[in-house]
């Protein structure tokens, strides 16, 4: 108890020792004096620790000897639930020394923390009788708590050296082991896991026309089913706007008739590229006489997509998914919830007509990416799209799994001193003004300074202010004019809204500094008449995406001829830019021998590395 008044003291609790026996149990007028004391100490605010009587409890009993109603005390299981019941407690939390119940013993291979147990429906769990701190085991809590929870208090059973762990529990956190006695419980995390490999495997089995005809088929769907989707869309814009969500966001979230056209144009372009994506020979090698090795494209595994706002990614992403045999599991933003699950319906329905609906699945909540970044066994590869946050966040949680994504979008361009004044206007317009919201869109203009006082600046700020165009000027630019703009908070600063800063360089080799200082990597361009500026921008500018006299906008899965686009990537591992096809595939390695070993190949063998390298052209694919 001393122990306990420390600990308590520490935040101005009172604490106060009640013993309890078995028999203040069995005896009705008893129980109610118990009951009584418990909620007078609680109404003074004092905390009451409760222990059994050690000095005059009978000693252990049998199974047998219980009473009926009464859970036979045996430990502070026991003891805790007894009194959770008593009370009429509204959450029973029992703490142990690991996370909650497994499926197997919790530190063995490939045991599975369960988020909920329903105790009628345990699947032969089995659990240990002892502990190693304290005298009951599992199996004493799981009785506790069983009993409990048939008496209408809810069970969780909790690692008691979690941090915050009781205050997470209450706010409704996703810590320890539920107690339920639903039927339909929801399918662990695991398991939606475990059936996207599945699925990928299924995919894989398919002949690529059959996988073709999947995504044929979410397209004509996705045509067909207009109406259901606006409506579903419209919920979600509706309850956007009441939340005051920000027009750059509501734009993102919306799904036009014409971004729905456009999304179906791009999966039948997809669909009708895709017969080779997997099994496709990259490279052919006789080793030797008789040995022949060929390396060929296959599916990276299971993805975890998640995406914010817009939902027009969930059929893109899942085609590219089934084009290249990949299981899918997709989180998108709760403010896209309607259209995303009448789009998720779409996808199920369209991979149905080939009995591949576990490939892809919806995963609904965000405790729910968290459990999946765990499980580095099951999930392959990560792609967060969505803000720089977002993707922060993915990167801090991800136990093990890469993770491929973006952290920003600031993209440049830059007017040199040698540009068509009527080619630039247009392409900072297009760069700026046709999806402002985009990660592709221009943030920063940079200007060669010899440019600033020529009629050509005033047409260029006219422009842009016509467009509505909020304007910040960089320090250089502020510096010489006189009545300019509010200088700019930052030059590192993504807007997504029609918002740019304006700052002006002295010569080429600056505007490529200033990119390399402030930009994020993803899409830079030159607008120039000079070929030789022009091509040491493109050598020199280290971004996914560098243009020469076009809009930045062309940083786009779809306009690069690659059907659709999971995401950007400005990592510099596996995949950079726009990730279609190719970034959800990897590679395997396929030997073919007579009977070879590498004795045959010793000083005294009989046989002779040639490494020759072969015609690939009459290879074709070599898995369906």
């Known amino acids: 108890m001393a122990l306990y008044d420390a600990m308590f003291s520490q935040y101005g609790a009172k604490i106060a020792q009640v013993l309890v026996t078995k028999p203040d149990f069995c005896n009705e007028d008893v129980r109610q004096q118990l009951f009584s004391t418990l909620s007078d100490l609680m109404l003074l605010k004092i905390i009451p620790i409760i222990n059994t009587n050690d000095a005059v409890a009978p000693p252990p009993q049998t199974e047998n000897d219980d009473v009926p109603g009464i859970l036979n005390i045996k430990d502070n299981d026991c003891l805790a639930a007894e009194l959770a019941v008593e009370i009429g407690a509204d959450a029973l939390i029992m703490m142990s020394d690991v996370d909650g119940i497994y499926t197997g013993p919790p530190f ?16 032969g769990i089995k659990f240990g009788n002892k502990s190693r701190v304290g005298m009951g ?15 209408g208090v809810s069970v969780v059973i909790c690692n008691g050296m979690e941090d915050k762990a009781i205050s997470g529990i209450i ?7 539920f107690f339920t006695d639903a039927k339909d419980v929801e399918p662990s995390i695991e398991s939606v896991a475990i059936r996207a490999r599945e699925g990928s495997r299924t995919l894989l089995s398919l002949a690529p026309d059959k996988r073709a005809d999947i995504i044929f088929t979410l397209a004509d769907l996705l045509s067909k089913r207009q109406k259901d989707i606006s409506k579903a869309n419209k919920q979600d814009i509706e309850i956007a706007q009441l939340n005051g969500l920000s027009g750059p966001l509501l734009s993102r979230l919306a799904l036009t ?82 259209s995303n699950q009448c789009l998720m319906n779409l996808v199920s329905e369209a991979l149905d007509v080939h009995d591949a609906t576990s490939a892809v699945s919806l995963v609904s909540s965000r405790e729910q990416v968290s459990d999946l970044l765990q499980l580095n066994n099951y999930v392959d590869l990560v792609i967060p799209r969505g803000s720089k946050e977002l993707v922060q966040t993915i ?24 540009c068509d004044p009527s080619m630039a206007l247009k392409i900072v317009r297009d760069s700026k003004c046709d999806y402002p919201a985009a990660c592709n869109a221009m943030e920063t203009l940079l200007l ?73 990597g993803h899409t830079d361009v030159i607008v120039t008449e000079n070929v030789t500026t022009a091509q040491q921008f493109l050598n020199t500018v280290d971004s996914a995406c560098v243009f020469h006299n ?75």
């Open 108 to 123: 063995s291979e490939g045991a599975r923390l369960l988020h909920t147990y329903n105790p009628n429906i345990s699947n």
């Open 137 to 151: 085991g599992m199996e004493s809590k799981v009785k506790s708590a069983t009993w409990a929870l048939e008496r």
């Open 171 to 177: 706010k409704g956190k996703r810590i320890g082991t």
């Open 257 to 338: 008739p014409n971004k729905v056209q456009s999304l179906v144009a791009g999966l039948r372009h997809m669909a009708a590229e895709s017969h080779e994506n997997v099994g496709r020979v990259l490279r052919k090698t006789k080793v030797a006489d008789g040995m022949e090795l060929n390396q060929i494209t296959v599916p990276i595994g299971v993805l975890l997509v998640i995406f914010e706002s817009r939902p027009d990614c969930l059929p893109q992403v899942a085609s590219l998914a089934i084009s290249t045999a990949n299981g899918l599991l997709l989180k998108g933003g709760k403010e896209a919830s309607h």
């Open 395 to 418: 990167q801090c949680q991800s136990k093990g799994i890469p993770v491929l994504g973006h952290s920003e979008g600031i993209c440049h361009v830059y007017v040199d001193k040698d």
């Open 448 to 520: 060669h300074r010899s440019i600033v006082h020529t009629p050509f600046f005033e047409d260029l700020c006219n422009m842009l202010k016509s467009e509505k165009v909020e304007i910040y000027a960089g320090p250089k630019l502020s510096k010489i004019l006189t009545f300019g703009p509010p200088l700019a908070k930052s030059m590192k600063i993504e807007y997504g809204s029609l918002e740019c800063a304006i700052e002006i360089v002295d010569s080429f080799e600056e505007a490529v500094a200033h990119i390399h200082e402030y930009g994020s």
């Open 550 to 624: 076009c809009s930045s906008r062309f940083a786009d899965g779809y306009r690069f001829g690659l059907g659709a686009e999971v995401g950007i990537s400005t990592t510099r591992i596996h995949a950079r830019g726009p990730v279609g096809v190719e970034g959800l595939l990897t590679t395997k390695w396929m030997m073919f021998g007579t009977g070879n070993a590498v004795t045959d190949f010793n000083d005294n063998g009989t046989m002779k590395y040639v490494h020759e390298k072969l015609n690939i052209a009459s290879s074709g694919s070599s898995s369906s």
